[in-house]
């Protein structure tokens, strides 16, 4: 794979300037705030159902083929917002969002390492990983920076065209993508319906996620404890309110955090070598201590709920992006004969489905405490868990060893 025209790929894709505002765009047509989260409701919809049935897909057919029908579908759905006027075309337009999600999912990952391990390079995968989320956090924080400004001077109306405009190209990018799979090569040869040999494509990834123990303990550490910041993502422009920003300075607060979760994916890499000249030569046991770090930030930040002290919580999401980077890897070095875009998407259904309780929980606790209270629990949780499943993980090794 061309690694600059995926970073290009990455960097367009998510260079959408109605990502800050889209919830200002429903209500200025008129929808309720019902009306807004059962929007969002439906968007999870397909995630959820599709997530899987895309990943096995995806393995028994074209990865780039997924990639290009998230692309268009996208597209579609930022289209349909252009023309709406009411909430149905909203809602067609989040479950196409919805469906490029699911297809996107786990296809970008495989062809990735396919591609680089056809060129003997899949040592390189968590650098060029790490290099595309940068590329993408950075396209992000961009979009939130410009969205506001351009829906203010120019209207919504251009700033949906504009993002229209780059979905398709991300699309046009895609398509110069070259088709990569290992495991489709050798699926095709060894089964003939394609029912069964994605119900088998599905078993042999959850045979790998739960029968090789220690992928589990990892497995566990991304849904359980590195899922956390994305939990806490979807709080984050109150909880900077609580820190004393006033609503202009909170937007700003957000591309920031955004660039710092860029650089956390760029220099991923570069601390799993640092750990490794320290001594941690365990991928695992260096994710767990940068997710002990950031909860620690997290918990000191919510604990003195200081201004002063906010850029703890930013750092926090920082070490979070490292610590997804470094998981990724981990999984995608220990996939053999697999398909990897069905074992991703197990782990993310896992994953989504864990989140969806978390905010129940949430949704309780805060009932009872402020927000910046729930960020001393968050931190309590992630360390405590951090270091049962390194116990755990460390129990199972010396055992596989002995």
Known sequence: MNTKLYFLYKFVQHLVP????YLLLFEAKGLSVQQISLLLAI???????????????????????????????????????????????????????????????????????????????????????????YYERIAVALSCLSGGFLAMGLGMKLVLAVS??????????????????????????????????????????????????????????FVTVIGVAGILDEYDSLIADRFGLNLGLVGIWTSVRYLLEAFGNRIAYRIKHKLVRFGIKDSFYGIGLVCIIAGVLLGLSGWFGSIALMPLYGLFYLLMSVAYVMQENYVQQKIEEQGRSTVHSVISLVHN??????????????????????????????????????????????????
């Open 353 to 402: 489905l864990y989140a969806i309780g978390f905010f129940g929980l949430f949704s309780f606790i805060l009932a009872g405490i402020s927000i910046l209270d729930v960020l001393v629990i968050a931190a309590g949780y992630i360390t405590a868990l951090c270091l049962l499943i390194s116990l755990l993980y460390h129990r199972i090794k010396t055992r596989a060893a002995a």
């Open 43 to 133: 968007w999870s919809v397909p995630i959820v159902l599709l997530e899987v049935p895309t990943g096995v897909l995806a393995d028994i057919w074209n990865r780039r083929n997924m990639l290009v029908i998230g692309s268009l579908c996208k597209t579609a759905a930022y289209l349909l917002w252009f023309f709406s006027e009411g909430f149905f075309l909203f809602a067609a337009g989040f479950i196409l969002w919805g469906i490029c999600e699911s297809f996107v999912s786990g296809s970008e990952e495989a062809l990735l390492y396919d591609s680089l391990k056809l060129e003997g390079e899949e040592g390189t995968f968590d650098r060029i990983y790490g290099k595309g989320n």
């Open 164 to 221: 229209v405009f780059f979905m398709a190209v991300s699309t046009l990018i895609v398509l110069r993508f070259h088709e990569v799979n290992f495991y489709a090569g050798k699926s095709r040869r060894k089964y003939i319906e394609p029912l069964r040999q994605g119900i088998t494509t599905l078993k042999d990834a959850i045979k790998l996620c739960t029968g090789n123990k220690l992928l589990f303990t990892v497995i566990a550490m």
């Open 18 to 21: 109605v990502y800050p505002v």
